[in-house]
């Protein structure tokens, strides 16, 4: 069974920084990501890592901020979260692209001001 379980949310303030982590079962995955969706919006992309890692991809309102990378022999992928702002506030999920799309079930952060 092909498994993506989050974990490392919370509430931070601003300021504060938080790592969340994706572990991966029942396959390898070629590119993986992280999205986002805040309530009343539609989920949207937040950074994307390639299989070898030497490929990273950011939306804009992260970028400097926010660092994804991944251990493929522990199959996991991380998000580094620095300097967090009240509009970081969302469900993170966490995303693998194989044959097929894989989602997890979410985590939520929280950033108070």
């Known amino acids: 069974q092909v498994q993506l379980v989050e974990s490392g949310g919370g509430l931070v303030q601003a300021g504060g920084s938080l790592r969340l982590s994706c572990a991966a079962s029942?396959?390898?995955?070629?590119?993986m990501g992280w999205y986002r969706q805040a309530p009343g919006k539609e989920r949207e992309f937040v950074a994307r890592?390639?299989?070898?890692?030497?490929?990273?991809y950011y939306v804009d309102s992260v970028k400097g901020r926010f660092i994804i990378s991944r251990d493929n022999a522990k199959n996991t992928m991380d998000l580094q979260m620095n300097s967090l702002k009240p509009e970081d506030t969302a469900v993170y999920y966490c995303?693998?692209?194989?044959?097929?799309?894989?989602w997890g079930q979410g985590t939520q952060v929280t950033v108070s001001s």
């Open positions: 995303n693998g692209q194989a044959v097929r799309e894989y």
């Open positions: 890592i390639n299989w070898s890692g030497t490929s990273t």
């Open positions: 029942g396959r390898k995955f070629f590119d």
